[in-house]
């Protein structure tokens, strides 16, 4: 299994994101079918969770990334506190298109 560059997986992140219809157009490293998506294109490796989505830092690293680069644009999260306890972060980064961006926040 030939794993992607960069530009291939970025091109990925944003066919993937083309596809999410309206407000379902953003994507986070929660997000379990996301992640298992990315992970079988991209051959990436990771670390396995027993529930929820597996933890794969290339992907967090695209993610930022395709934001620095002005391709994606992210909005912080808050979590639940009740997620917290169960080794959850208090908050993640959600990413959008850039042209995505304003008609998601309208």
């Known amino acids: 299994m030939k794993r992607l560059n ?13 596809e999410r219809p309206g407000y379902d157009a953003h994507v986070d490293v929660l997000d379990k079918a996301f992640v298992d998506a990315y992970l079988d294109a991209t051959h990436a490796p990771y670390f396995p969770a027993p529930y929820g989505a597996h933890k794969c830092a290339q992907l967090g690293r695209d993610l930022a990334a395709m934001q620095r680069l002005g391709e994606l644009t992210r909005a912080r999260v808050g979590l639940g506190a009740g997620s917290r306890n169960e080794g959850f972060p208090a908050w993640i980064y959600s990413y959008h298109l850039k042209a995505d961006a304003a008609e998601v926040a309208a």
């Not at 960069?6 to 083309?18: D, G, Q, S, T």
Request: glycine letters at 0%; aromatic letters at 16%.
């Open 6 to 18: 960069p530009a291939a997986r970025h091109a990925w992140i944003k066919a993937y994101l083309h």
